[in-house]
């Protein structure tokens, strides 16, 4: 069974700072990986979706990474914003018509 | 263009009684999911409809039935709430089935079992 686990469960930073969200899954045959983010209260907003064959995706200050073989993902948020604030999840499709989501890293920005 | 809609937003159940969670997409997506999320438990799917006249279960069906009523709209019923039913509960549909491409979420439905 697929198992997908976020390090830290939780960070805070000052803004501007440069941060690396970490993801981690158990079995490496996936299709592909996607990171969320999610506000309090709300749901969830796809950030960047990353294909198995695919070695890394960006969008605008944001780049995801995926090292298939060694079951890892990155998210790097550059020039951090009291804006990016939030939950970051990441999950996997395992090729069985779901998501392995992870917990979560919660994210607080401060001025 | 509103996305996917969820109704109610909140809603207070005792045991034992019935509801189901309305789900619509405007989107013209083949695929529907439910999803609940608790507390240190993360996101977990429920049912899923990969098109329209097919529903299949996830990894918590148990205690759930839903309907595919057509390509928009797909619920999601709790036929006798418990209060390990207590729970956030998320729509999502995606253009294809299968996880192979982003899903997108609704804001959810805040649900109590007392």
């Known amino acids: 069974k697929q198992e997908v686990t976020q390090i830290p469960a939780a960070l805070s930073v000052p803004e501007g700072e440069n941060l690396v969200l970490n993801c981690s899954f158990t079995?490496?045959?996936?299709?592909?990986l996607q990171w969320f983010r999610q506000d309090p209260g709300k749901g969830l907003t796809s950030l960047l979706l990353?294909?198995?064959?695919?070695r890394e995706q960006t969008s605008g200050r944001l780049n995801a990474s995926l090292d298939k073989s060694s079951g890892r993902s990155t998210l790097y948020i550059a020039a951090s914003q009291p804006g990016d604030s939030a939950t970051y999840l990441c999950?996997?499709?395992?090729?069985?018509?779901?998501?392995?989501f992870g917990k979560g890293t919660m994210l607080l920005v401060s001025p | 263009n509103a996305g996917v809609t969820q109704t109610p937003k909140f809603q207070v159940l005792k045991t034992g009684q019935s509801m189901t969670l309305q789900c619509a997409q405007d989107?013209?997506?083949?695929?529907m999911y439910w999803y609940r999320q608790d507390p240190g438990m993360g996101l977990r799917l429920i049912y899923y409809?990969?098109?329209?006249?097919?529903?299949d279960k996830g990894e918590v069906p148990n205690g759930y039935n839903v309907s595919r009523l057509n390509k928009r709209e797909f619920s999601l019923r709790l036929e006798s709430a418990a209060p390990s039913q207590t729970s956030v509960y998320f729509c999502?549909?995606?253009?294809?089935?299968?996880?192979?491409?982003?899903?997108?979420f609704g804001p959810g439905t805040r649900l109590t079992v007392l």
């Open positions: 079995d490496s045959a996936i299709y592909n």
């Open positions: 999502a549909s995606s253009e294809a089935g299968g996880g192979i491409d982003t899903q997108y």
């Open positions: 990353i294909q198995s064959s695919q």
């Open positions: 989107m013209n997506h083949n695929s």
């Open positions: 409809s990969a098109s329209e006249g097919t529903t």
């Open positions: 999950a996997v499709n395992s090729g069985y018509s779901t998501l392995t």
